[in-house]
């Protein structure tokens, strides 16, 4: 396994570590964040932003944004293809407590790229490098900026090592890149080794980002890629503790298990109750319903309590419902 650096320096700012929670549109909001921090990680993302939203003060927009001590310290990044908007709302989140701005170069959804944001900026690295250049000089020196990117458009433009050196000209201090090109979308595996090319072009640290689901995965990034770090996204939906675990392997080579399914019931409640205060017991529940899904899977009888919770309303019946499921599993152990 590769050497891994501890902490880990981004321009200015110091993490404890190199694993960082990837940004995920409707999932990485502050009360998973919070989670996966306190059992950590190294630094957490926001969900993606969009630039003009966060500008014209949009509700859903500012909670999205919204740090607490907790996740401390925490990046917000941004979605956009204007250099003046972009460095305004990087600005913004700045003064709400952000500690790193990333700019989004590597999201694949048809809509983002449609408005020649996310990875279509990767088509036009002219504009890619005004934006960079724009956050960069309208935040302060000791904010750190950052930009995430995939490998390229599609497999005939690779340019995410000549993306990355004008990231590093421009004064950014760290670079991610996701191992597929915008074209592959999530299909296919990721490549780990292409990502050693981005590495090897620039002197600031380069993360590494796709398919970590175990800390084999993990380990086998960091040798493949040679990266500072490992950017974990969908591996840790309903596993708030991976995040974590991974830290302590790279550290030590220690397997640390997976917490006892009394401690899992405890944090999906915790988790449920904290997403209710945030948006309120309508939308709360609702959002819920993923996370409740991802941290069941593969408990026996998950599958019709899935169906069940699914059109629960009421918080208290869906809390009866996890806690019968966890009783249920507890048993089963047991009897194994």
């Given at each position: 396994m590769t050497a891994v650096a501890f902490p880990l320096r981004i321009g200015p700012l110091t993490v404890a570590n190199p694993v960082l929670l990837a940004p995920m549109s409707g999932v990485t909001d502050q009360p998973f964040r919070r989670l996966v921090k306190r059992f950590g990680a190294g630094l957490v993302f926001s969900e993606m932003i969009a630039s003009a939203q966060m500008i014209r003060a949009h509700a859903d927009t500012l909670r999205m944004s919204t740090a607490c001590g907790d996740e401390h310290p925490m990046a917000v990044q941004l979605a956009g293809n204007e250099p003046e908007v972009m460095a305004e709302a990087a600005r913004m989140n700045v003064d709400r407590g952000a500690a790193l701005i990333d700019i989004n170069m590597g999201c694949p959804v048809k809509k983002v790229v449609k408005g020649y944001a996310g990875s279509?900026?990767?088509?036009?690295?002219?504009?890619?490098?005004?934006?960079?250049?724009?956050?960069?000089?309208?935040v302060d020196p000791a904010v750190p900026v950052t930009?995430?990117?995939?490998?390229?458009?599609?497999?005939?433009?690779?340019?995410?090592?000549?993306?990355?050196?004008?990231?590093?000209?421009?004064?950014?201090?760290?670079?991610?890149?996701?191992?597929?090109?915008?074209?592959?979308?999530?299909?296919?595996?990721?490549?780990?080794?292409?990502?050693?090319?981005?590495?090897?072009?620039?002197?600031?640290?380069?993360?590494?980002?796709?398919?970590?689901?175990?800390?084999?995965?993990?380990?086998?990034?960091?040798?493949?890629?040679?990266?500072?770090?490992?950017?974990?996204?969908?591996?840790?939906?309903?596993?708030?503790?991976?995040?974590?675990?991974?830290?302590?392997?790279?550290?030590?080579?220690?397997?640390?298990?997976?917490?006892?399914?009394?401690?899992?019931?405890?944090?999906?409640?915790?988790?449920?109750?904290?997403?209710?205060?945030h948006y309120g017991g309508y939308k709360g529940i609702r959002v819920a319903r993923k996370?409740?899904?991802?941290?069941?899977?593969?408990?026996?009888?998950?599958?019709?309590?899935?169906?069940?919770?699914?059109?629960?309303?009421?918080?208290?019946?869906?809390?009866?419902?996890?806690?019968?499921?966890?009783?249920?599993?507890?048993?089963?152990?047991?009897?194994?």
């Open positions: 279509a900026l990767m088509r036009d690295e002219a504009l890619a490098g005004r934006i960079m250049a724009a956050v960069r000089k309208a930009v995430k990117m995939r490998l390229g458009w599609d497999h005939d433009c690779l340019n995410a090592p000549r993306l990355a050196r004008i990231a590093q000209e421009e004064g950014l201090a760290m670079v991610t890149v996701h191992g597929r090109t915008r074209n592959q979308m999530y299909k296919g595996s990721a490549d780990w080794g292409a990502i050693r090319a981005t590495v090897e072009a620039v002197s600031i640290p380069v993360i590494g980002n796709g398919d970590v689901e175990s800390l084999d995965d993990a380990a086998g990034l960091m040798t493949a890629s040679g990266a500072a770090g490992v950017m974990i996204g969908r591996g840790c939906q309903g596993r708030p503790w991976f995040l974590g675990q991974v830290a302590h392997f790279l550290a030590t080579g220690q397997r640390r298990p997976d917490p006892p399914l009394a401690e899992q019931r405890a944090v999906l409640l915790e988790h449920l109750d904290a997403l209710l205060d996370h409740i899904a991802w941290y069941t899977t593969g408990l026996p009888g998950g599958n019709a309590f899935r169906e069940r919770v699914n059109v629960l309303e009421d918080a208290d019946a869906v809390r009866a419902e996890i806690d019968a499921l966890y009783d249920t599993a507890a048993r089963a152990k047991a009897a194994a």
